[in-house]
T-cell receptor, first 113, second 114 residues
Framework: NAGVTQTPKFRILKIGQSMTLQCAQD?????MYWYRQDPGMGLKLIYY???????DKGEVPNGYNVSRSTTEDFPLRLELAAPSQTSVYFC????????????FGEGSRLTVL | QKEVEQDPGPLSVPEGAIVSLNCTYS??????FMWYRQYSRKGPELLMY????GNKEDGRFTAQVDKSSKYISLFIRDSQPSDSATYLC??????????????FGKGTLLTVNP
């Protein structure tokens, strides 16, 4: 039972490079989220999606883009990477019934040098 | 004032101690309160979920919500080294739906020493 799968687990980028963090869930969940976690700062919502084709901004969307072409996948695109985007990124999903429980992936550690 | 305040610790206790973790909040619309546990280099996982004021117990864990004081707590009895993790409080105004968003505290790092 895979749950939420994130790739890559680790990545080092140079300033100005771009990359995509992949997220896939196999629970047929409608709601998907991208958070970033900085040391001592908790989780900040970047983008979220309530279903295929529908996305919306969270608290800290600048410098990121998302798409949701299928129920399963919710990739996060970083354009023109900056040192401020050094963080741990978590993808999460929640079912339609809205139990309030988010299921998280194991995270992607990104360093921008 | 931040929407959710949580003492980041770190908190270090001996095995068997009773641990108290707390969060305060300012948004009176919050109705649903959660505690997530996050082990090192892992994603958070839901530990406790409560609605409105009151207590909820699950084994060694008790969650308390006092909406009048805008204060929530998580108590861990007979703490074990396996409880060593970061504990994040989280809360929302709704149970689900398209407007559902969780607001997280910063997390408290707990170490239980054998």
């Amino acid at each position: 039972n895979a749950g939420v799968t994130q790739t890559p687990k680790f990545r080092i980028l140079k300033i100005g490079q771009s990359m995509t963090l992949q997220c896939a869930q196999d629970m047929n969940h409608n709601y998907m989220y991208w958070y970033r976690q900085d040391p001592g700062m908790g989780l900040k919502l970047i983008y979220y999606s309530v279903g295929a084709g529908i996305t919306d901004k969270g608290e800290v969307p600048n410098g990121y883009n998302v798409s949701r072409s299928t129920t399963e996948d919710f990739p996060l695109r970083l354009e023109l990477a900056a040192p401020s985007q050094t963080s741990v990124y978590f993808c999460a999903s929640m079912g339609r019934r809205g139990t309030g429980e988010l299921f998280f992936g194991e995270g992607s550690r990104l360093t921008v040098l | 004032q931040k929407e959710v305040e949580q003492d980041p610790g770190p908190l270090s206790v001996p095995e068997g101690a009773i641990v108290s973790l707390n969060c305060t909040y300012s948004n009176s619309a919050f109705q649903y309160f959660m505690w997530y546990r996050q082990y090192s280099r892992k994603g958070p996982e839901l530990l406790m979920y409560t609605y409105s004021s009151g207590n909820k117990e699950d084994g060694r864990f008790t969650a308390q919500v006092d909406k009048s004081s805008k204060y929530i707590s998580l108590f861990i009895r007979d703490s074990q080294p396996s409880d060593s993790a970061t504990y994040l409080c989280a809360m929302s105004a709704s149970r689900g739906g398209s407007n559902y968003k969780l607001t997280f505290g910063k997390g408290t790092l707990l170490t239980v020493n054998p």
